[in-house]
């Protein structure tokens, strides 16, 4: 039996031993990033960027938001064009880490828009108390711009017009994961082996939930793919969303008339729910390392899971999100001018050659497929006077035309 590398912190003994002495994995992942004290990000404890625990694209200079920007105007101009009765629009960002990615768009749009501020409201959305000081403090230069902070409850009782941004969000939602064991599927869970007087976590098996049976099948009968696959081997495990329909189904209520773009690390369910990927996508970070061994350091580690792409449409068009389409990052990338970013570099930097190298490497990277280039963009969109037709709008989206 595989042990964690190092002894469980007291605070997660005290939880596990109050639960009976095994928690789900569900449960062991919310603790782990979201105890109110002790979690990775509701702690503050996990650092963003690149001298910090994880690079997200955002946080790796202005040039992710410098092109986003594109996108974000060009659908900003569809709803000022279609809903002229409206005078406001805003850009809700969900999960916004350490805010990089409101702190390059405000002036990215300004430099494209110069008159878009004056009617856009920036607002936040973030569960932990610490991200929200270090988010305001990074923004606080933006003084004469709308920028506020609100809990999704907040935002869906007043809808709004604009977009919202999920930015590496999704896959920190705590997960389920379920295993094949003894042909039979379990719910995992996470127990504690005392050892040389020492507690560690362990794997263990717990009987599956109606709610989880179901949720399963359902994604079995809607695209006639197979949790487990055939001819499953022992062991094998994979993560299930139980978090996702609901958090769509808020979204959907947070924005009467505009659009959501998720850009997070997913799979199509072939490639996800495989026997050729035996432990399932969760990995975590922690001091720029990936990790599979998801037990060691809880509270300190970031832990994620991919989305499965046909799993995030199903539950997406169940709640009035109508697809606009999906692309890999380094295609969108290039299908906003990045290329055409890179050759100004040389132009643009002619004296000052280093910068020109740096700026040049983090394009890169946002495009490499063996890097952030593989992350994916999904972009829905929603209309309340449309809700009931099945009638696709069309919506002219830059970043999933062919590139230039
Ligand atoms: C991996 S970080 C990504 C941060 C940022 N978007 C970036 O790309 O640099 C995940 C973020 O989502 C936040 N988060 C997780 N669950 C959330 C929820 N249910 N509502 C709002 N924020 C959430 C975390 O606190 C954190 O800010």
């Given at each position: ?5 190092k ?9 596990i ?31 963003i ?34 809903f002229?009765?409206?005078?406001r ?31 856009l ?58 295993v ?10 996470v ?52 978090d ?71 539950f ?5 999100w ?17 290329a ?43 209309n ?21």
């Open positions: 039996m595989k042990l964690s590398s002894p469980t912190p007291q605070w997660l003994v005290k939880r031993k109050q639960a009976g002495g095994s928690i789900s994995f569900y449960e062991y992942m919310s603790l782990a990033l979201y105890d109110p004290e002790h979690g990775a990000y509701s702690s503050g404890r996990l650092r960027g690149k001298d910090g625990d994880f690079v997200t694209s955002p946080s790796m200079g202005p040039e992710f938001s410098e092109l986003l920007a594109i996108q974000i105007n060009q659908w900003f101009k569809h709803l000022q064009r279609d002229v009765n409206s005078n629009f805003s850009l809700i960002e969900i999960g916004p880490g350490e805010g990089h990615l409101i702190e390059d768009l405000i002036p990215a749009l300004v430099s494209i828009n110069p008159i878009i501020i004056e009617y409201d920036f607002v936040l959305v973030e569960e932990s108390q610490a991200l929200k000081n270090k988010q305001k403090r990074r923004l606080s230069k933006f003084s004469k711009i709308s920028i506020t902070w609100k809990t999704l409850d907040q935002v869906t009782s007043k809808p709004l017009n604009g977009i919202i941004l999920a930015h590496e969000m999704l896959d920190a939602l705590p997960v389920e994961r379920v094949w064991k003894d042909n039979i599927l379990w719910r995992q869970g127990k504690l082996i005392q050892h040389n007087d020492n507690e560690f976590l362990s794997f263990t098996e717990l009987p599956i939930s109606k709610e989880l049976v179901d949720l399963i099948n359902k994604i079995n009968f809607s695209y006639e793919i197979k949790i487990p696959p055939e001819d499953v081997n022992n062991g094998w495990c994979t993560e299930v969303h139980v996702l329909a609901r958090w769509l189904f808020k979204a959907s209520q947070a924005i009467e008339n505009g659009f959501l773009l998720i850009i997070d690390y997913a799979l199509e369910a072939n490639r996800f729910y495989s026997n050729h990927r035996p432990f399932g996508t969760i990995m975590s970070y922690k001091e720029q390392r990936a990790n599979k061994s998801i037990l060691d350091r809880p509270g300190e580690c970031d832990i994620t899971s991919h989305l499965c792409l046909e799993t995030l449409i199903l997406a068009k169940e709640n009035n109508k697809l606009i389409g999906e692309a890999r990052q380094g295609q969108a990338l290039l299908s906003l001018g990045l055409q970013k890179l050759y100004s570099l040389q132009k643009l930097y002619i004296n000052n050659l280093p910068k020109a190298l740096n700026k040049r490497e983090t394009l890169l990277r946002l495009v490499d497929p063996l890097s952030l280039g593989e992350f994916r963009w999904i972009a829905f969109h929603t309340r006077f449309n809700e009931f037709s099945d009638k696709e709008m069309k919506v002219d989206t830059r970043f999933l035309e062919v590139p230039d």
